[in-house]
């Protein structure tokens, strides 16, 4: 089953979770996520079901921070400054 996550289209779900497991390993700790991946994860973060609470007032930037039992998420950080994490496996259910 194909999965298209904005621009990009992956034969698989199982391809589209490494290339974002990838992204996520690719960053560091509170660095600021670059294009091109910013772009790819505002069509990822498109697909959360909870997407509009997320936004809130709108994104600045993304990156990666510590979630539960010491593994990574992807945050979002808004425009006004408050952030909140976000699943990029809930994204691709």
Known sequence: MIV???????????AATEH?????????IGEEIPEPD????RWLLAKHSD???KVGVGVKS???RWAEFGT???EVVRIDGSRI???FRWCLR
Not at 4 to 14: N, R
């Open 4 to 14: 298209a996550v904005g621009d990009l289209t992956f034969p698989t779900k199982s």
């Open 51 to 53: 997407c509009s609470e």
């Open 62 to 64: 993304f990156s990666v």
């Open 72 to 74: 990574r998420c992807f």
């Open 85 to 87: 994490d976000f699943s």
């Open 20 to 28: 974002f497991r990838q992204m996520l390993y690719r960053h560091e």
């Open 38 to 41: 910013h772009s790819e994860l």
